[in-house]
């Protein structure tokens, strides 16, 4: 069975760093790219960033652009999220998930896409 973990989530002030990585075990499965996404208090889970496992293209949500950087190793199966010059407004569960089929651009946003999900890791960003 597929298992997704992620770590290293934690609370950090506005403006620092942090770095989450997301590891896949426990088999064999098909994918075509590794995804997060996020999902504050009260609020919906979204899309925030995905990277294509084969090409490594990547795609932002526009709000992470230019802070956040995802990125993959193939041989660990691990996907990471470099998480520079965080804001308030960053704080939230963060969750990776893996999809089989192809998706481009705004077309990776789509949860129902996604087959193995993370069980979330918290970043909190206090001002």
């Known amino acids: 069975q597929v298992q997704l973990v992620e770590s290293g989530g934690g609370l950090v002030q506005a403006g620092g760093s942090l770095r989450l990585s997301c590891a896949a075990s426990g088999g064999i499965f098909s994918r075509y790219a590794m995804s997060w996404f996020r999902q504050a208090p009260g609020k919906e889970r979204d899309f925030v960033a995905a990277v294509t496992w084969s090409r490594g293209d990547t795609y932002y949500k526009d709000s992470v652009k230019g802070r956040f950087t995802i990125s993959r190793d193939n041989a660990k199966n691990t996907v990471y999220l470099q998480m520079d010059n965080l804001k308030p407004e960053d704080t939230a569960v963060y969750y990776c998930?893996?999809?089989?089929?192809?998706?481009?651009?705004?077309?990776?946003?789509?949860?129902?896409?996604?087959?193995?999900w993370g069980q979330g890791t918290q970043v909190t960003v206090s001002s």
């Open positions: 998930a893996t999809r089989p089929h192809y998706c481009s651009g705004y077309g990776c946003w789509d949860q129902p896409g996604y087959n193995y």
